[in-house]
């Protein structure tokens, strides 16, 4: 069996996404927030262990919103390989909440109009 | 045990000219070294113990930067008498009381961190000191049991005290404050559903809300600060990283057996995961005047534990509805027994009167777990049958511990090989069962890890096939069945040559019997003589199952010496592996086995 390579880049760049949308995100601490945080901390643990040695080619993330951080950062993880649940543990419990996260952003943008 | 420990920190006080330090922090953590090692000799100390967090904070306060050296009184008399107490106690002295003596200790170790506080003039060290301090004073005054936020909480703070000399890197600045984003809305969720249950007065819990907020704003304005895409990380600064990673995805692992109330209790004796430490270290002005209010709120409830009142679920009615959370990984109720987690960091090397701790919880919780309250073997025997239960629970985290210590040699041994998974399973379960079986007296405590690396190279020979069970390997094809066509059936009276042969067989088991060391010799003959495991294990002051193993292995030995002795070494059938008994044997005769102590009574049956 040959090893799966770890997308270390992307990792990087869905710890930075999250890290934006964490920081655009108002003083409201709601269950989305909780949500996001609890993304975060996953993606900073995965930073950690699979550190990439390069910067993270993020274009402009001051424009982006929450959402827009988010939705990135779940293309990021839907682009990676399945298999490697073996070695991210936390991989399946990440798409969970980004995507649960990306719904609630969603249908509270739908609600204010 | 405790009287020198008294008299020199008497000293300390009235002595007109005491001993004096150039470098109080230097003293400082040899003492809290001591106590470690006195505390480590009560029993196997898990992360969130009192002792263990002062440890960690002791370690922070000693890493801040540009700390000018404290000229003191010399702590060098108190080391010098907790180092003995602690050897003492390592060394067996009798401790009736193992509880009764933690606590003395915590008293000890927490007037003894008061005082260095109060003779440091750094304040950022003095944080650190309060730290350890309110540990040690929520453990005195209000002690809870163990639970998993305040395993997650002692790890942040070992991951603060990590990245103490690294904080003006930006990249740890950057996960400090998110990290502690995260540990400030967990807060948040628990005083306003606290607040809501009335478990906490309003007064209180809106205090606590406006400076969790106040923190929250200042985090934001640091990480504004900090530009993602420009971060570099060395080496050094991935394994604080690490720390760190691991602290936040502990913290944000919820418990489904965890109270609210035992979790809210959590962070506010942590002061909300060291808020004080936290604002220190991301230097962000706009955050001194929260992390202040949120220190002393938390004192106040350390202080005051009836701040927060326990509310059963049913209690809270409509208007005590808790705030929907959302759904964190929630971790089953564990099955009986629970599983343990370990206490150490996986791969921490335990000396020998570590190991030998180890060994005896291990051996005190199996005998608490099938002792018969009416008749207990002598090993529990004076301890309140009320405490058997946590023996129980302190001889699972030991075995644990042990086993923790060494699991990364599984890891070493199967990178990058097929069916790794599976083999690292099947160490793990090797090695538990290695971590009960392994007896100092007979191998030394020293020993350990190698006798775990030989357990490992056993699994790794044996290997597992695809489907991840365990092969059988034989050393050879088995004897084929003789045909006894031609042959006629052999008389059942035993003719002369049967008689010497058995006369011959007699005189060379009895041999081989003398040649076992003391420790096997005792239990086989005892065996020998008709006794039960049972009876052995009684009369010799060990569990059933120490009896049965060491009869095990004295079998084993008698069959090799005999084998050897006829020049027919597969004149036996071999039983337990051959690799494993051929190990076993080298790894005796390497290192020669320590005697046991004689049993205290053996009366004659």
New interface residues.
Partial sequence: ?T?RPMPTDSIAKV??LL??A??LGT?D?N?????L??A???A??????H?T?E????PE?NQLSVLGCVEDALREVQNWDLALA?DLP?LA?LRVLLT?TRRDLLVANASQG | MWDAVRREFTRCHWDAAPPLTLDLMSDWMRTVHSLTALRRAFGPVPPDDPIALLATATMGAARVPDVSPVLAPSLQGVDAALAEAARRVSAGSHVVDRQGEQATLNQVAYELVHWVRVHTPDQRAKAWLQAGETALDSAIHAPAVRSTIGVGLAAWQEALAAVQPLHETAIVR??VA??H??LL??A??MVSEARGRGMLPESYADAVLDNL?GL??AH?AT??QID??????SRVD?AV??K???A??Q??TRDAAETPHARLAGLLRSRFGQAVLVGHLIQQPSARTATEALGRLALEYVANPTLLRSVEPSEGGDGGRPT??????VREAAPTPPLTEPSIQPGTVLDGAAVQAHCRARDLGVAAASVDPGNPPELVRGIDPSRWPQLVVEGRQAVTDLVASVIPMAYAQTR?L?NA?DLRGQMFVELMGAAYRFDPSIIGPERWPMYAWMTVKHTLWRGVDDSGVVRKRIRGPRPTAVSMDQWDPPSTNPGPSDIIEQRDSISLLARAVELLPTALRGPLEESMRGSTTKTIAEDAGYSESTARRRLHEARDLVKAEIAGWEGNPSGYEIVTDPVLDRAQRLFEQSFGPVSAPEPRHRPAR
């Fill in positions: 069996m090893a710890d930075l890290g934006q964490i920081l003083d601490w269950d989305t927030t909780a949500n945080h609890e975060m901390g996953i900073l643990l995965m930073a950690a262990q550190p040695g910067p993270v080619d993020l993330p073996a936390d419990r649960d | 950057r996960s998110l990290g984003l995260m809305r967990e948040q969720a907020r929250a704003g934001h990480l504004r993602g895409r420009q971060l570099g990380a991935q990283m690490l760190v990673g691991v936040v995805r913290m944000t929907p959370r959302a759904a964190a990984p990058g097929t998974a």
